[in-house]
């Protein structure tokens, strides 16, 4: 592990920061006591004031991008055939089905391999792999593994179709033995514009022990644990991302080392399948970019939360969005944190090192717990924010510890009425709230009018509903509104923007 270092500078947009928290009906005016029964990592603090991207990167740890060119007249062959290989380079040894690579350099992959390859390069550079139409399959461990090197480099060539697989059993399972397919202990870059596919039988698709950045190529993993890890960091600039996982999707898990343990996706496509968290990190950063959450039970978690850009769409059985401590001591889950899932919750106080941001972008989310869940505050500066929220009572479209405030963009969060959270009372942004006479089916089209009757909105909503939080430039606050509901005199409601309604479990909304 190197020792941590400051990011020299952040050239990104502004970012988008979204907590997710825990089961409470309250949405306090102001943060209140900050106690809490869980406490942030130590990473975490120390971006705990940062409200876009650039900001946070400022006190994490350098992003290191290898440089996925290369210079043809440098680059060594290695023919790969069966359990063997061949190559004109002393640095390249073949034995027993292990190809071993030695020194810094450019190779080029080539052929069908049983076996693995090694890199074990104890000197200065670069060692850069050219996945050219390779085919690497092992019985024993993993397909790639990088011992020792400064750095590694995986360029998926031009038109290539390149695939990695380890064995459903490993050989060796101590505790510095791989634990995926693709499997580096330095930092790992992978580009190019080919294609790769990655299958963890064992464990894990691709492992990154240190930083992983993925820029470049359409990289398919499918894995029965984790799909994509980078220890310190995990960044996707580029490329088309698809991961199916039965445990987390794509996550950086360092909580202990300050500055460490985020996940940045700034461009490319990150299409992710879950059976447990779909993207998870200590903090969670989104600059650009396409996010599909297909699949997971909570699409996406961390102690920091910031979206500035791009276009997110997430589907969760639980929490949509759960920003909840990253402490390894504490539960993965916000279930055990916050009290989520029980009629009421009652509220927690909130932690006020946890934040959740949104500064631009779109985002959709399907939930089936809380929607948008902090444990600490939350704040909606810009963006275009749709939530469809839980149809029981249990859970809401929207749940925040902390203060909960809108000074931009548009929000609708549309969900059950048994736990309402809507944004405090002193946002600089108008906002309304109101639960409706009774649940209505999906489909079903809310229009919002002022006093004089001209119309504000008009939504259809894709899912059942019985409650309805619309914040936009277009409210006044303490203005009266009128919320109908496929224009039916039964489904009519009258509001005061700016004002809590009651009937919300466990407590008030608002500030």
Known sequence: MRLPRLREAAALTAATVLLAGCGTSVSAGTAG????????????????????????????????????????????????????????????????????????????????????????????????????????????TAAIDVVDATSVVVVLADGSDNALADAATYADTSDEAPTGALYSTADLTIGGSGSLSVTGNANNGIVGKDGLVINGGTIEVTSVDDGIIGKDYLVVAGGDVTVDAVDDAIKSDNTTDAGAG?????????????????????????????IDVAESTEAMEGSL???????????????????????????????????????????????????????????????????????????????????????????????????????????????????MVAPSTDSAQGWIATALPSTVTAGSEVVVTDADGAEVAAYTIAKDFASVVYSSAAVEQGATYTVTVDGTDTTVTTVTAGDAPAGGMGGPMGG
């Open 305 to 419: 939360v910031i979206l500035d850009e791009g276009d997110l769409e997430l589907h969760s059985a639980d929490d949509g969005v759960n920003v909840a401590t990253s402490d390894s001591t504490s539960s993965d889950d916000s279930a055990t944190t916050d009290g989520a899932g029980g009629p009421g919750g009652g509220a927690m106080a909130a932690d006020d090192s946890l934040h959740l941001v949104v500064n631009g972008g779109t985002l959709e989310v399907w939930s089936s717990g809380d929607g948008l869940d902090s444990n600490g505050d939350a704040v909606i500066t810009g963006g275009d924010i749709t939530v469809y929220g839980p149809t029981t009572d249990g859970n809401g479209a929207l749940d925040v510890n902390g203060t909960f405030e809108v000074t931009g963009g548009t929000l609708v969060a549309t969900g059950s009425s048994g736990m």
């Open 33 to 140: 006591d900050t106690t809490s029964s869980s406490t942030s990592s130590a990473s975490s603090s120390t971006a705990a004031d940062a409200t876009t991207v650039a900001e946070a990167l400022a006190d994490d740890l350098e992003v290191e991008t290898g440089d996925t060119a290369y210079d043809e007249d440098d680059t060594v062959d290695v023919a790969l055939s069966g359990t063997s290989a061949s190559a004109d380079s002393d640095a390249v040894t073949s034995e027993d089905g292990t190809v071993t690579i030695t020194a810094a350099g450019t190779y080029r992959l080539s052929g069908e391999l049983d076996g693995q390859v090694v890199v074990e390069s104890t000197g200065d550079g670069v060692v850069r792999l050219v996945l050219d139409d390779a085919t690497i399959t092992s019985s024993t």
């Open 262 to 290: 985020f996940v940045l996706v700034s461009g490319g496509t990150v299409q992710v399948t879950s059976q447990d968290d779909g993207i998870k990190g200590v903090q969670v950063l989104v600059s650009g970019g396409t």
